[in-house]
């Protein structure tokens, strides 16, 4: 079932011709990493300012409140692309089995931040328990970039 | 012998190319650097362009990500140096290498033009009005900028 996805995906008319041009294949890439580098810039921007290393002056909770959409928007793009690009390459993905780690990894990020977010904007002051989430949602975005980067090598 | 084909034939040069893995985990450095740098200079432009933390003064959110950013700016070009040096003599002459770094001058220099021009003002702009135009124009022009560093770094391996 799940093969037959992937096989679909490099099938459909968006991954036949990805797969045709090496032009639009990079464009693709450029604009995951154009996506990733701002939600990697909203993350760690609201870590840092749970931490209290950045945005010192501004309540946690508005910080949230501030870059929700920013980074629901820039999570869709680097979401879409990353689709695009698997229809590029279906079958490498499906049998690379960091693969299923990255997404995994990718799961368990994003529930961290919708954690932490959602904990920050019910609360008026970061408590411990959000300075952990903090670190651990940094640590897991940062375990995303690296499976990620391993992922064409293997 | 030209110095590009000394620089790739340093030891360092020579050990990144020789090694299985420190050539991806300087690209992961180099990612996570482009990361910060990129996602918190973004964040400054697109709050100069009243999208972003409208509720907070621009001068408080350029103010506090701008150590980010350098820090960014660090890990990139250090990262960066040296996945030059492994690669040199095989790409210089590269297209995309050469659009790359001329893109990136503009941008350093859009950063610097703007920091010793209008950002001097930046305390007084938490008005009604926002940023003045010189500030928004400045702000677009890094966002095109950069964005097109990151593209032409891309498409790096690709030509």
């Known amino acids: 079932m799940i093969e037959?996805?992937?096989?679909?995906?490099?099938?459909?008319?968006?991954?036949v011709a990805l797969q045709e041009s090496r032009v639009a294949f990079?464009?693709?890439?450029?604009?995951?990493?154009?996506?990733?580098?701002?939600?990697?810039?909203?993350?760690?921007i609201a870590d840092l300012a749970v931490l209290g290393?950045?945005?010192?002056?501004?309540?946690s909770q508005s910080v949230f409140e501030q870059t929700?959409?920013?980074?629901r928007l820039a999570l869709c793009v680097v979401a879409a692309s990353g689709v695009l690009l698997v229809a590029a390459g279906p079958y490498k993905y499906y049998t690379n089995p960091l693969f299923p780690i990255k997404l995994g990894l990718l799961v368990v990020a994003a529930t961290l931040h919708a954690a932490l977010s959602r904990r920050v904007r019910s609360s008026l002051s970061a408590d411990s328990i959000s300075r952990r989430l903090a670190g651990a949602s940094l640590i897991a975005w940062t375990a995303v970039v690296i499976a990620g980067r391993w992922l064409g090598l293997i | 012998m030209s110095v590009i084909q000394q620089i790739y034939d340093s030891p360092i040069s020579t050990a990144i190319r020789e090694s299985d893995n420190l050539f991806p985990i300087l690209q992961?450095?180099?990612?996570?650097?482009?990361?910060?740098?990129?996602?918190?200079?973004a964040i400054v432009d697109l709050r100069l362009l009243n999208v972003i933390f409208k509720r907070e003064a621009p001068a408080a959110v350029a103010e506090s990500l701008l150590p980010v950013t350098w820090v960014g700016f660090v890990i990139m070009v250090l990262s960066g140096t040296l996945l030059f040096a492994a690669q040199s003599a095989k790409i210089y002459e590269n297209n995309f290498l050469r659009a790359k770094l001329l893109l990136l001058v503009f941008a350093i220099g859009n950063v610097v033009l703007f920091h010793s021009t209008t950002y001097r003002n930046i305390r007084n702009?938490?008005?009604?009005?926002?940023?003045?135009l010189s500030a928004r124009t400045f702000a677009s022009l890094s966002l095109v900028l950069?964005?097109?560093?990151?593209?032409?770094g891309r498409f790096i391996a690709y030509f």
């Open chain 1, 68 to 71: 929700r959409w920013p980074y």
């Open chain 2, 125 to 132: 702009w938490s008005g009604v009005s926002g940023p003045p």
């Open chain 2, 28 to 41: 992961t450095f180099h990612i996570l650097g482009t990361i910060a740098l990129a996602g918190a200079i």
């Open chain 1, 53 to 59: 290393i950045v945005l010192k002056s501004t309540p």
């Open chain 2, 146 to 152: 950069w964005a097109g560093v990151i593209v032409t």
């Open chain 1, 4 to 15: 037959e996805a992937f096989l679909w995906l490099g099938h459909t008319a968006a991954g």
């Open chain 1, 26 to 44: 990079a464009a693709t890439e450029a604009v995951h990493i154009l996506g990733l580098s701002l939600v990697g810039g909203v993350i760690l």
